[in-house]
């Protein structure tokens, strides 16, 4: 049951990321804050669902999405501080999505389709750090984030 409302979560969370940058509502400061909230929320509540049967993947879920979670609340509340970080900004974005891809590697080592997510989640985090590095669109960079989300979550539903 935990896992099918955690592999609906990310693909929700993945969704609404997809969703708000083609409506193009959102700027470029609530666009990182809001994806960096989503995937903070989303590796906390991975973190107390596999808490039983992994406890060293869990505190590392847990780390990462405390250290997300302070991080995004930081630039929804200080804007300007987007500002401080925009040129590593797009760089710490996709070095995040590649930790957690790392991350869901060791955690999904056992499952016949987590490894692959943590694979997908490797190359996108990569992606996005050369398409920041080129383009610094917001639209593709959120975009990213919320496929990474999807796939993880299809692959969960897919897993159990």
């Known amino acids: 049951m935990k896992t099918k409302f955690v592999s609906l979560l990310s693909i929700l969370f993945g969704l609404i990321i997809i969703i708000f940058p083609i409506m193009g509502i959102i700027g470029i400061s609530s666009l990182i804050s809001l994806s ?3 995937m903070s929320i989303y590796l906390l509540v991975v973190g107390i669902t596999i808490i ?9 879920d847990l780390i990462l999405g405390i250290i997300l979670l302070l991080l ?7 804007p300007a501080l987007l500002g401080f970080l925009a040129q590593i900004s797009m760089y710490f974005a996709g070095i995040m999505l590649i930790i957690v891809a790392v991350v869901s590697l060791i955690n999904n080592r056992n499952t016949r389709y987590g490894f692959y997510s943590g694979i997908i989640g490797i190359i996108l985090g990569l992606a996005y750090i050369i ?11 959120g975009t990213l984030i919320g496929i990474w989300l999807v796939i993880s979550g299809i692959f969960k539903l897919m897993d159990r």
């Open 36 to 38: 960096v909230l989503l």
């Open 52 to 60: 039983d049967y992994n406890s060293s993947g869990a505190i590392l």
């Open 131 to 141: 398409i920041g590095t080129y383009l610094s669109n917001p639209i593709i960079l």
């Open 72 to 78: 995004s609340i930081c630039l929804i509340f200080h």
